[in-house]
């Protein structure tokens, strides 16, 4: 890949001039609601040098028309409902620029985001990919915590950092189109962990790289993470696939790694059996906790949990509504002085 420079600077009226084309790439389906947010989260970022591609998958509401209302530089695309990753790589296949950005469709850009990107780029020409802190929000406007409070980020080659959680939120990526020569497009058919897989792909040849700013709001709405028990369950069964598979493939990366390994199938299996325990199935939440443990005896929260799913379950009501208000009111605080 060339590590090549290019000129940015900002006219008289604001406008970001960019001697390359990027293409921003936003599945949809079903997400008139939001879109016109979202894209003017886009174009207010003051950049001339763009293309929206937006990939309608499969939509029933009037997401063509909320996109029809806009003069701004925008390719609409219509597919039969086949998936983001389906939407994202129709959206690759049909862009046009060097850089390609990603964007879901309830999510929103901050003013910044793309110049601050750009202006690593252009300083640090051997990263080929850049993403950022986000701040988590809800439907009623409300803040809640940054989308990566309980992880750390990191930059360089972040493969086995990768490896041990995914903490790549979708909407903050900027990368270089000729990665994609390389390590091909999102898989089609690993649902909700595609991106997962596609940033894994990308950290074994490319190096990352983390700008520590919330440039990109994450919309947490009752659709958020996965739908229901049966779409959590086929996310985590998914996530753990993907892991085997890594370790199988990449067994050469893997060798003497065996505390790492530990710590991946510990922490997934914990974040399963927590996942149980909201939905108030302990029996299922017990089974994976104690696999968290088997895999990372170290893990102190999967003790802690399987401990709660076996005290009467009047006594984890109260636990819980303690807890339920002191969060709502410690966010009350945070957004109050944040305004």
């Keep these: 890949m060339s590590n090549y420079r290019f000129s940015l600077q900002e006219n008289e009226g604001g406008i970001l001039k960019i001697n390359v084309m990027i293409s921003i790439i936003i599945p949809a389906y079903n997400s008139a609601k939001y879109l016109p947010e979202t894209i003017d989260s886009i174009l207010a970022q003051g950049m001339r040098d763009y293309e929206i591609i937006i990939i309608d998958d499969g939509s029933t509401d009037n997401t063509r028309e909320v996109i029809d209302k806009f003069n701004a530089k925008i390719k609409y695309i219509y597919q039969k409902q086949k998936g983001a990753a389906a939407a994202r790589n129709r959206g690759i296949r049909n862009s046009r620029g060097d850089y390609i950005a990603f964007l879901d469709a309830d999510d929103i850009w901050l003013p910044q985001k793309i110049r601050l990107q750009m202006q690593y780029f252009n300083n640090n020409p051997e990263i080929s990919i850049i993403y950022t802190d986000a701040q988590v929000f809800d439907e009623r406007g409300l803040i809640w915590h940054s989308a990566n409070r309980h992880m750390r980020m990191y930059s360089g080659k972040i493969y086995y950092k990768l ?162 208000k002191i969060r709502l009111i410690l966010r009350r605080i945070i957004n109050y002085y944040r305004l």
Aim: aromatic content about 18%.
């Design 163 to 324: 490896f041990l959680e995914n903490f790549i939120h979708t909407s903050s990526v900027i990368l270089k189109r000729a990665c994609l020569e390389r390590v091909g497009l999102f898989d089609e058919s690993l649902g909700p962990c595609e991106d997962y897989e596609f940033w894994l792909r990308l950290a074994r040849d490319y190096e990352f790289a983390f700008i520590n700013k919330p440039l990109v709001k994450y919309r947490l709405s009752s659709n958020s993470f996965s739908r229901g028990k049966a779409g959590f369950e086929r996310m985590f069964n998914l996530a753990i696939k993907i892991s085997e598979d890594i370790i199988s493939e990449d067994h050469n990366l893997f060798e003497g790694s065996q505390y790492l390994i530990r710590q991946r199938f510990g922490k997934l299996y914990y974040r399963y059996g927590w996942r149980y325990f909201q939905i108030n199935d302990f029996r299922n939440a017990r089974d994976r906790f104690i696999l968290s443990i088997k895999h990372n005896k170290l893990f102190l929260k999967s003790y802690l949990y399987l401990l709660l799913t076996i005290i009467p379950f009047k006594i984890l009501s109260i636990i819980r509504y303690i807890n339920r």
